[in-house]
């Protein structure tokens, strides 16, 4: 190879190695789509909620009504509740019911090992024997309806309280709400479920339609769940 060659041969290599200088360091990663109600699957996202609130043990709840009740002791119809969880056996609410025709405010207290329910009459705290999971369990409620939901629909995202959500709809059978102590099987209702889009927790879930055959086909149970992991003193009443 004469000079003339190998200096051309130099040139060559020159600028294959500048070329990969300024090719050769590393790709930037694609960007991770954002999720769309194209993208997201409402069965999957039913199963993720479920999941996630299977880890949660303390959280603030209000469950309202409209065109109906649902009962909890004592033939007392709850038309109103709002209270906070601590855990799986703890428990405290106030409750605004109905005692056939009669309207009153009463409270909730259960503990591990010991329950107590304000008498609507006297407002008088009287040990009761009832349990969480026998009286009204909405953690464990909430997660029933994610894992046996059948999903119709995916909606928003919508603000609860100042979090996104997504909004499922689906269709339960109204045996799957043994939550509610008053459920039958064999009545078809209507879900709206509010997750959250950055953190898959269960902000709201409504039900439209009734879980027994005494109930108007009007009727809406809505729960809002809030102030997840916050720690709340549920005590023996005074």
């Known amino acids: 190879m004469n000079a003339l060659a190998r200096l051309a041969a130099l040139a060559a290599l020159v600028a294959a190695s ?32 479920a999941e996630r609130m299977d880890a949660v043990e303390k959280f603030h709840f209000v469950l309202d009504h409209v065109d109906g009740t649902s009962e909890i002791v004592q033939g007392i119809q709850m038309v109103r509740a709002e209270g906070d ?26 503990l591990p090992d010991e329950g107590w329910l304000r008498n609507p009459l ?11 999971s026998a009286l009204f369990d909405p953690q464990q409620g909430a997660i029933a309806l994610m894992r046996t939901a059948t999903a119709t629909g995916l909606d928003g995202p919508e603000d609860v309280n100042g979090v996104e959500c997504w909004v499922v709809e689906a269709t339960t059978d109204s045996g799957e709400l043994a939550f509610f102590r008053n459920a039958q099987a064999g009545f078809t209702v209507a879900a709206k479920v509010w997750i959250g889009v950055d953190d ?27 102030r997840f992991g916050q720690d709340v003193d549920i005590v023996p009443p005074r």
């Open 18 to 49: 500048l070329l990969l200088v300024a090719c050769g360091g590393e790709e930037e990663p694609e960007p991770t789509p954002t999720p769309t109600e194209e993208t997201i699957d409402p069965a999957e996202l039913l199963l993720e909620a």
């Open 85 to 110: 969880i601590g855990g799986t056996e703890l428990l405290q609410a106030e409750i605004d019911g109905r005692l056939g025709t009669l309207a009153f405010e009463t409270g909730i207290v259960v």
């Open 122 to 132: 006297t407002q008088r705290w009287q040990r009761e024997n009832i349990t969480v």
């Open 200 to 226: 898959p927790l269960v902000h709201r879930i409504e039900l439209i339609g009734p879980i027994n055959p005494g109930e108007l086909d009007t009727i809406v149970r809505r729960l809002e769940l809030s």
